[in-house]
C-alpha cells in the first residue's frame, strides 16, 4: 500500500503550503491519518493527526499554524488527508511524511520536502 503525498517546495519565511496525501481504498480498518516530519539529523516526529471521527491533534509547535484536514468520502472508496501550513518558519525545514494506521499497522508515503528559508 503506498500513499502519495504532494505539495512540499521553497518557499519564504511567513509564507503557507498545503500539503496533501491520498490513501488507497484498500486499508481495510483504517483509524486515522497523520503527518509527520524529520529534519536532517533529527528523529521523525509527529506534527498532526486526524481520526475517522475528526478528532485532530497537534503537536505544540503546529498549534495555531498548522491544520489536518480530512476527506473520506472520495469517490472511489480512498482517503485524503491535508495540511496546511501558514507563517512557516525555517525550522519548519523537514521532509514531511504523510502517515495512516490500520489494524496497529503504519502505512507510510514516499515524504515530500518543505524548504522554508529565511
Known amino acids: 500500500v503506498q500513499l502519495q503525498a504532494s505539495g512540499g517546495g521553497l518557499v519564504q519565511a511567513g509564507g503557507a503550503l498545503t500539503l496533501s496525501c491520498a490513501a488507497p481504498?484498500?486499508?481495510?480498518?483504517?483509524?486515522?491519518m497523520a503527518w509527520y516530519r524529520q529534519a536532517p539529523g533529527e528523529a521523525r516526529e509527529l506534527v498532526a493527526r486526524?481520526?475517522?471521527?475528526?478528532?485532530?491533534?497537534?503537536?505544540?509547535f503546529a498549534k495555531g499554524r498548522f491544520t489536518i484536514s480530512g476527506d473520506n468520502a472520495r469517490s472511489d472508496g480512498g482517503n485524503d488527508v491535508y495540511l496546511e501550513m501558514k507563517s512557516l518558519k525555517p525550522d519548519d525545514t523537514a521532509v514531511y511524511y504523510c502517515?495512516?494506521?490500520?489494524?496497529?499497522?503504519?502505512?507510510w508515503g514516499q515524504g515530500t520536502q518543505v524548504t522554508v528559508s529565511s
Open positions: 486526524i481520526t475517522n471521527d475528526g478528532i485532530k491533534y497537534y503537536a505544540d
Open positions: 481504498r484498500n486499508i481495510f480498518g483504517l483509524t486515522h
Open positions: 502517515n495512516a494506521r490500520a489494524l496497529e499497522v503504519d502505512y
